[in-house]
């Protein structure tokens, strides 16, 4: 619900949103995988929480948070509506910006906590 909440308000209010690019969907998958790589350090080297807790909010809620299933549909979509270059952009800088945004998350997390 989270996600659907903060994905469509983030469309709403996007000037980007006119090229038909799911800024909302993009915008809370980069979020999320930020906030995964914060969770990682937090539950794994401070808060030294037993193995079987971590799954709840690291692939419970984290990860339906953040949806591979609506990143794959919205490109699918843009490529069967001719949109193929907004298509590649939008997996190209989906997958590059998540991965560094989980990168800066467990980095900013070990020099937070």
Known sequence: MGRYWLASSLN???????????????????????????????FSEKVLLQEQWRPIVMVGFLGGFTTFSTFSLDALLLFQQGHYNTALL????????????????????????
């Open 12 to 42: 709403g209010i996007s000037s980007i949103n006119s090229s038909q690019f799911p800024t909302g969907v993009f915008i809370v998958n980069v979020l999320g995988c930020f906030l995964i790589g914060v969770a990682f350090i937090f």
């Open 90 to 113: 939008y997996i190209g800088a989906s997958v590059i910006l998540c991965l560094i945004a989980a990168f800066v998350g467990i980095h900013a997390a070990r020099l937070f906590f």
